[in-house]
């Protein structure tokens, strides 16, 4: 594996543990809930009982298992070994162990990790792509899990407001960003609550909106929409406001910036 991205599965391995304890994601709390996907994403994708979902660098699986509770057949793909040992062991107390697989690949492997397999839908949820240092070959593993007529779901952090500080107070990363040139971090938190972590070494990427969109196109992938979002899901700024819904939003007074983007775009046939 890439040193870099060796790094980082240590630094996601280390956050597992974190993060299924964590205030923030309420594992306890989503598994009394049971909630099903956000319903704008359902209003995108609509009936998916029957269908097929991969969901690509999956964490361990929360936003994946939402998928199965609406009756999609999903798949779960992450690098990182103890994300997916906790993705199946969430199943298994969910009792969505017959509608849900995981599987531990990094991203570029995922073809062949998965067999060769094809699916109705590609689901990829925030915080993926800027761990990924080559933006068009995910584009190519993308477009070669897809069945004709299948779709992309993509909603991610938007690649402007990553340039920004972590005050969000002034751009202090070029937007252009190239595979050989990561952002390199050293943090002990995560974006949630919870103990420090110890593998404290990232590599990042800024991808331009441009290059996320034409790895998806030289594909020979449709473009259907591209949508900009004032809002986040995580307190990405110390200024962003809550709604009391894992929301943040820009308040009143500041500039309207983008946060997050949503692609969806299909495979034709």
């Not at 690098?79 to 969910?94: D, G, H, N, V």
């Not at 590599?203 to 004032?230: K, T």
Request: proline residues 7%.
């Amino acid at each position: 594996m890439d040193p870099r991205l060796a790094a980082n599965r240590l630094n996601w391995d280390d956050r597992v543990a974190i993060h299924t304890e964590s205030e923030f994601y309420d594992v306890d709390g989503w598994l009394a809930d049971a909630p099903g996907p956000p319903p704008e994403e359902l209003a995108v994708l609509g009936d998916v009982a029957g269908k097929t979902l991969v969901h690509l660098q999956c964490h361990f699986g929360m936003d994946t298992l939402r998928w199965a509770r609406v009756g999609a057949m999903v798949t779960g793909l992450d690098f990182s070994p103890a994300a997916i040992r906790e993705a199946t062991l969430l199943a298994q107390r969910a009792g969505l162990s017959e509608s849900s697989t995981f599987v531990c690949s990094d991203v570029y492997d995922a073809p062949a990790a998965l067999s060769d397999h094809r699916f109705d839908v590609v689901y990829v949820s925030l915080g993926a792509l800027c761990w990924l240092p080559d933006v068009a070959a995910w584009g190519e593993v993308v477009a070669r899990l897809l069945n004709p007529g299948g779709r992309l779901y993509l909603h991610d952090v938007h690649p402007f407001s990553a340039t920004l500080d972590d005050e969000g107070e002034q751009v202090a990363y070029s937007y252009f960003t190239r595979p050989d040139q990561p952002i390199v971090g050293d943090y002990d938190t995560t974006y949630t609550d919870g103990a420090k972590l110890t593998s404290t070494e990232t590599y990042e990427w800024i991808h331009p909106m441009g290059a996320v969109v034409e790895s998806l196109i030289s594909r020979g992938l449709v473009l259907d929409s591209l949508v900009e979002h004032d809002w986040t899901v995580f307190q990405q700024f110390p200024w962003l406001e809550s709604d009391g819904s894992h929301r943040y939003f820009i308040p009143e007074g500041r500039p309207r910036i983008p946060l997050t983007f949503t692609v969806l775009a299909h495979a034709p046939g």
